[in-house]
């Protein structure tokens, strides 16, 4: 039986509104980023930034990774989520929009806690030591490279750990058959993919744009 509530504007206000921790930081950050014009978009909602902060803090999340970090607010949310020594590294290509979020990682307290690192993220990838691990991972960037972000990552990823992918439902664009665009195509591959793939188990949200969250299988569940 399907069941859910279809979201409006008002009802979206309504929910947005009756989230903790609205943090003025945050706030501030998310007017910077909207004065870029149209690419503001590519910024987390409020309440996927409140979830990540939550997910972290309960799942116990101590060393992360982000792929694509855009202007920072998606970074500051995980890492508000840390423990003290906990760490998150950040990927992404872009100098410009990644000013903006040191500036916000700075004046936050937490820049101690993130290292952000410039280039391709594929790259920044295989250069890390084979033995660093990570408790959750969060991607957010190019789309037709999500399948190759899943496969990096899944051996980085603790057994129980988390690997979670925005933008999943892409606008609505993932059930359009007339729509071919590589991104369209590329993130329903990566959504066939999660499914399909037996070391993880996944479910996908309706936050914004669409989220799936999936968990890395201990081994003695792939017996």
Known sequence: MAKFTTMTSDLYAYMAGHRSDRDPLLAELAEETKSLGPISMMQVAPDQGAFLTLLARISGVRNAIEIGTFTGYSALCI?????????LLCCDSSEEWTAVARKYFERSGLSGRIELRLGPALETLDTLDE?????LAFIDADKTN?????DGLLARIRPNGLMLFDNVLWGGSVIDVTNT???????????DKVRDDPRVESVMLGVSDGLTIARKRRVEELD
């Open 181 to 191: 665009q590589d991104g369209t195509k590329a993130i329903r591959a990566l959504n």
């Open 79 to 87: 890492a508000r989520g840390l423990p003290q020594d906990g760490t």
């Open 131 to 135: 033995s660093e691990q990570f408790d």
């Open 146 to 150: 999500y399948s190759h972000y899943f």
